[in-house]
């Protein structure tokens, strides 16, 4: 079953340094991936997608993410977070059997001053 | 400008009492979803519309129902509410159906019961 794993459930992080959140993926074939952010009281917003070509992808409010394929991984990054990134991020895989996405159970960020 | 919008964003109820949330898109997309996400987890599919067809979901409980009269509006109809569907229901849209088109976002609901 294509799935995708968020293995850190909270990351602390202070502001100005840099973020890596991880997300390891289940699936044979290359696989179409997304990142989305949910700040507090708000609804899910896409921050980047992976289909093919280049490896690194570039999305929204400077954040990036690597596909690695040798990994089974699609980790999300920033150089240096702002108090704003504090959210809950959620990795995403577009399942090919029933074309729905399925969702990580999330990683929640929280910036200390 | 507001895109997709949810009302009302919160929401109490009492226990087996009847309740609708609303959703409403500007986008004219022609897909509408449904999410129930509860505390500290993913979103969980509860149905879609592809323009009127209705997609439910294997698991969502009988309980939980959809109308979708035109494009633009979509509501969530929970006929007998429990404890245990207090949570968060988020509405998202998409032009096309099939998941690889993006999906935006309402900014949610959130269901308390009593």
């Known amino acids: 079953a294509q799935s995708v794993t968020q293995p850190d459930i909270h990351i602390t992080v202070s502001e100005g340094a840099s973020l890596e959140l991880r997300c390891n993926y289940s699936?044979?074939?290359?696989?179409?991936l997304f990142w989305y952010v949910q700040s507090p009281g708000q609804g899910l917003q896409l921050l980047l997608k992976y289909f093919s070509g280049d490896t690194l992808v570039q999305g929204i409010k400077g954040f990036e993410a690597e596909f690695k394929r040798s990994q089974s991984s699609f980790n999300l990054r920033k150089p240096s977070v702002h108090w704003s990134d504090a959210a809950e991020y959620f990795c995403?895989?577009?399942?090919?059997?029933?074309?729905?996405?399925?969702f990580g159970a999330g990683t929640t960020v929280t910036v200390r001053a | 400008d507001a895109m997709v919008i949810q009302n009302p964003r919160y929401q109490v109820t009492q226990f087996g009492k009847p309740v609708t949330l609303s959703c409403s898109q500007t986008l004219n997309h022609n897909v509408m979803y449904w999410y129930q996400q509860k505390s500290s987890q993913a979103p969980k599919l509860l149905f879609h519309?592809?323009?009127?067809?209705?997609?439910n979901e294997a698991d969502t409980p009988d309980n939980f129902q959809s109308r979708r009269p035109n494009t633009s509006f979509c509501f969530l109809d929970i006929r007998s509410p429990g404890l245990g569907d207090a949570a968060m229901y988020l509405c998202?849209?998409?032009?096309?159906?099939?998941?690889?088109?993006?999906?935006?976002f309402g900014p949610g609901t959130r269901l308390t019961v009593t």
């Open positions: 519309y592809y323009d009127k067809d209705f997609n």
């Open positions: 699936y044979g074939a290359t696989p179409y």
């Open positions: 998202a849209t998409s032009r096309a159906a099939g998941g690889l088109d993006e999906q935006y």
């Open positions: 995403a895989i577009y399942r090919t059997n029933d074309y729905k996405l399925s």
